[in-house]
C-alpha cells in the first residue's frame, strides 16, 4: 500500500459494459467471499453469482467474455454500487484490472470507496454512457481516453463530456485518494477541535461499567 | 433562516477545508466489527500508525457469528479467524470490545443505541452502510468502507462532501398493524431507490414526534436502501428519555450538560433545506417489497405490478426482477408462498419488534413447510424478551429462537437460504443472493407481517391476524 501521492489525470485503456440500473455491492461481490482478513483474492471474485449459472457453468456476463479480458474502464448504467458498504466491491474489480468506472450514477459510499483506492468513477449523461456501451460491445479493442483534467471522455472518434464532484477531482488531480496522510496533517488542528467539543469536554463518556 | 442539524453538526465538526474542497470531519464515535476492520488494522500497521482515540472507539462482532450457540473456535475457520483478528486488534489497541461473553455483543447498530453510546449530535462512523440507524438519536452517523475506517482510526476524522438535506415530513397516523417499516418501505417506493443520492434525510412530522425511539430506529436504518447516506431525526423528550440512564449515557451534571447541548443541535423551526417531500401516514398499508431491490414494494392490498404500467426508468428492473423470482406480474402479494420467516436484523431486531411478532404467533402454530427464526438483536433484547416469556411463545408456535447476530440478514454466517427458497424477512434488502442462495427470494416486511407470513405459510395480511 503505496501512501505517497500519485495523481491521476488522465486514464486510457480498453472498456467493458456491465448493464443495469441499482447494481448492488452484494452483486458485485457476494458476502460470502468476504470472510477475509485481506482483500487479495477478490478479483476472481467479482460478480461470481452472475457469471455463474447454478450449474457452475460459466454465463454470457462480459466478464467471462475473453474479448474484454485486461480492460480497464468498466461501463455502468444507474446508481452502481448500491447497498452495502462493502470496500470489498471496489477493490475486487480493482484487483480484476478495472482502474475506473463510467455511469450514469453511483451509490455514495461505493463512489467514496473507489475514491479511497485510487479508482475514479465518473458520471456521463444516459445517451452518452449508451453511446460508449455501444462501442465496447461493436468493438472490444476500441480504446477509451478519459481525461480527469478536461473532464471528457474519448472513443471512436467522439468525445463526451464528464462529471464528478469537483472535491473528489481535485482529490485524483492532486493524488491525495489515499487521504490518511492528507488527515494527518490536520493532527493540531485534530486535537484543537477535539479539546472544544462539549461531549468530550463536559461529559465524556464513563469508565466501562 | 435558521440551520438544520446536519450544518449544525457538521459545522461543529469540521477540522478545516482540506486543499481538495472537501471537508475534514471529527468522528465522535467509531463502531467497528469483524468484516470490515481487519483490512484496516493491517494497514495501520504497515504504517506504524496508531488508534488516535481508543475511548471513542468500540467493537463487537455480529455478521460472521453462528446464532445456534456453538462455542469457540467456530466451525468455520475463516470466521473464526475474523473473530481472533478482532480480539487482537482490540486487545492490541486499547479499545473496549462486546464480544459474546461480555453480556453486551450484538448487531453493531442494535448496541450503539441500547448502550447509550449514540447520542444526539454526535458524528458516528462505522465500516457498515446502515450506520445511517444511529441518526434517529440525532447523530449525524455515516456508513463508510475500509479504508475510511482505516482513516478514522489513525486520525479520529474523514475527508467528506456535506450532503444536502431533504426534510420528509409524515403527517397522520398509522393504522394498527402499520408500522415505522412499512413506512420506509413506502418512502422508498416513492422516491426510489436512489432518490437519495448526495442527500441526508431528516425524518419530521407529527408521525415521527410520536414515535418511540426503536421506530425512528427503524426507519432511518433503511435510508441507505433509499440512497441516503445519512438519515436523522431531530432530538427530543423521546430520545433524551431513550438514553437516561443507559450505561454509557451521561450521569448527573453531565446529564444536565448533554441535554443544554443536545436540545441546541436540533434543527431550528425556521431552518433551511435543498428539499422537501410530504406523506400521509394514514394512508399506508403493510408494505411488502417483492423484487430485487427494496424500492420494487407495494401495499399488502395490491397486485405484482404489470412491467409495461411503470415509469420508463422502472421498467429493465422489473423485467429483472420477475426473470430471478419467478412471479407472475399482476398477481397478488397477499398468497404468495413462502419457505422461510426470518425476524431479527439491525432494522428490526430489537425488543418492541419481537413484542409485535409475538402477538401474531401467540397461541397459532407456524405453517408445517415453513422453517421459521427469531434472531434478537442483542444478548440485551434477549434478556428483555426472555424476561416477558418471548422466547416460549415463538418455540410453541415452531420458531426457532436463536442467539443474537446478523444471522439471515445477509449470506456470512450459517443461516442461510437453499436454492429457490422464498423467505419473508423483517430485513432491509432483498438483492439477489443477499440471503445466501444466488437463487433465493426475499420479501422484505414488518416483524409482524413476517410472522403473519409464518403462521399462514403465505404472504397474509396481519392486520386480519390482530385484534
Known sequence: MNSQPRAIRQLAGRAVAVRGNDIDTDRIIPARYMKAVSFEELGQRAFQDVRFDPSGAPTDHPFNDPRYEGA??????????????????????????????VGESFAEIFAGNCTAIGMPAVQ?????????????????????????????????????????????????????WDSTGLLLEGLEQIRELAARLPYLREFPYPPPA | MGANLLDKVWDLHTVRRLPTGEDQLFIGLHLIHEVTSPQAFAMLRERGLAVLHPERTFATADHIVPTDGAARPFADPLAEAMMQALEANARDHGISFFGPDSGR???????????????PGLTIACGDSHTSTHGALGAIAIGIGTSQVRDVLATQTLALIRPKVRRIEVRGRLASGVFAKDIILRLIAELGVN??????????????QAMTMEERLTVCN??????????????DEVTFRYLEGRPFAPRGEAWEAALGFWKGIASDPDARYDDRFALDAGRIQPMVAWGINPGQAVGIEEVLPLPESLPAEHQESALRAYAHTGFQPGTPVAGIRIDVAFIGSCTNGRLSDLREAARVVRGRRVASWVRALVVPGSRLVAQAAEREGLPGIFRQAGFQWREPGCSMCLGMNPDVLAGEEVCASSSNRNFIGRQGSARGRTLLMSPAMAAAAAVNGRVADVREMIS
Open chain 2, 105 to 119: 455483543q450484538g448487531i453493531v447498530h442494535v448496541i450503539g443505541p441500547e448502550l447509550g453510546l449514540s447520542q
Open chain 1, 72 to 101: 480497464s474502464i468498466l461501463l455502468v448504467n444507474r446508481n452502481f454500487g448500491c447497498g452495502s458498504s462493502r470496500e470489498h466491491a471496489p477493490q475486487a474489480l480493482l484487483r480484476r484490472g478495472i482502474r475506473a468506472l
Open chain 1, 124 to 176: 456521463a449523461a444516459p445517451q452518452d454512457v449508451e453511446s460508449l456501451m455501444r462501442l465496447a460491445e461493436a468493438d472490444p479493442a476500441a480504446e477509451l481516453r478519459l481525461d480527469l483534467e478536461a473532464l471528457r471522455i474519448e472513443a471512436g472518434g467522439l468525445a463526451f463530456p464528464i462529471e464528478m464532484p469537483e472535491a473528489r477531482r481535485q482529490v485524483f488531480l492532486a493524488g491525495s
Open chain 2, 195 to 208: 432518490g437519495g443520492l448526495g442527500y441526508a434525510y431528516e425524518y419530521a412530522g407529527e408521525t415521527f
Open chain 2, 222 to 235: 433503511m435510508s441507505i436502501e433509499g440512497g441516503a447516506r445519512v438519515g436523522y431525526v431531530n432530538p
